[in-house]
């Protein structure tokens, strides 16, 4: 690998890790997209810088000025970190109810973070409403509105498709990822096809979300809970639409619990809940394949965000998903 120029410059062109143990259980080669291994810890690196080189372009972004965005935590530490490489200064929303870790992070990065109570979309106190009104209050912010600005969609078509299907020379045959905005989902979806119209792209939705009865049967319909992070959506974004979706799994806590402690047990991959949710997605959509077929999908960010929820005793206890498993059995 050659050198690359600053934070920006090594965003992206991420490690694509073939899960072996996991593969070899399911009679299908696994893959996971590493994106917990950009510089910002999550597959949002790749939006954050998608997004604020957009305004540049577009004359949006000046020296000193700021972005602001309503977020479960991955997008404001990628804007703040990309702000801080390039002079810009980053006012993040988010809403009470994420892991405390990603709130230390973003202080820690000079973020000016707002925290506020967690409401449903329909409300206007909610982060996102939140955002756009704190932005539309200071002449000159920008307003990076990741769910419906779809240069979000965009940069992971131009990169992270790519990037696919140069490590999987050409041949894969599905691509499984949740959606938080939809821009993984979408734009990777679309590349792939692009490439290859035969290759199924499926959306892994956690319990919660309004998209799995979508996909399914048409209907944004949300069923039971989740703690997952920065995924699972009740509303169609501007992101999502643009996906070309074949088909959908949807995966409990459990099995996310249960999974994440077995990659990081069996195979020393230590990632965050919605990664371990795609990878068991992923496996359950493979079974459903032919023997041999091959599955790629998204390690969105890493376990240390998540040492006082998932990886914590005490808050596996008290949300009733302490991992029992001693094998891959829950799959
Ligand atoms: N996993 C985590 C932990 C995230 O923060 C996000 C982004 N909200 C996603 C997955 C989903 O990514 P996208 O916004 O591209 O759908």
């Known amino acids: 690998m050659k050198a690359v120029d600053g934070f920006s410059g090594a965003i992206g062109n991420t490690p694509l890790i073939r899960l072996s143990k996991l593969s070899a259980h399911v009679g299908r080669d696994i893959f996971g997209k590493a994106e917990h291994l950009n510089p910002g810890g999550s597959v949002k690196d790749r939006a954050a810088l998608g997004i604020i080189e957009d305004f540049e372009r577009r004359g949006l972004l000046k020296a000193d000025g700021i972005v602001v965005e309503g977020t479960a935590g991955n997008t404001g530490i990628g804007l703040t970190l990309v702000g801080n490489a390039r002079g810009y200064r ?47 209050s200071i002449p000159g912010a920008v307003w990076a509105n990741q769910f419906e600005n779809t240069v979000n969609r965009d940069t992971h078509e131009r990169t992270t498709g790519p990037e696919i ?23 990777t979806g679309r590349a792939l096809k692009a490439h290859d119209p035969k290759i199924q792209v499926v959306l892994c939705d956690p319990y919660g979300s309004a998209l799995y009865n979508y996909v399914k049967h048409g209907k944004l319909e949300a069923e039971g809970d989740s703690n997952a992070e920065g995924i699972g959506i009740k509303r169609l974004t501007a992101n999502f639409t643009g996906a070309p979706v074949d088909d959908a799994v949807r995966v409990d806590d459990r099995t996310m619990v249960e999974m994440a402690h077995w990659l990081l047990r069996e195979t020393g991959l230590f990632v965050g809940g919605s990664a371990a949710l795609n990878v068991a997605g992923a496996a359950r959509y493979a079974a459903t394949l032919p023997a041999g077929s091959r599955v790629v999908t998204v390690l969105c960010d890493g376990g240390d965000r998540y040492r006082s929820r998932i990886y914590n005793a005490a808050w596996l206890k008290e949300n009733d998903v302490v991992p029992q498993a001693k094998d891959l059995s829950f799959l």
């Open 90 to 136: 980053t006012i993040i929303v988010m809403p009470d109810d994420q892991a405390p870790e990603k709130y230390e992070l973003l202080r820690t990065f000079g973020a000016d973070l707002r925290v506020v109570e967690a409401a449903p979309f329909t409300n206007d106190a909610n982060y996102y409403h939140a955002a756009r009104r704190i932005a539309e």
């Open 165 to 187: 299907v140069a490590q999987m020379d050409g041949k894969l045959d599905a691509f499984v990822a949740a959606a938080g905005t939809g821009g993984t989902l979408a734009g």
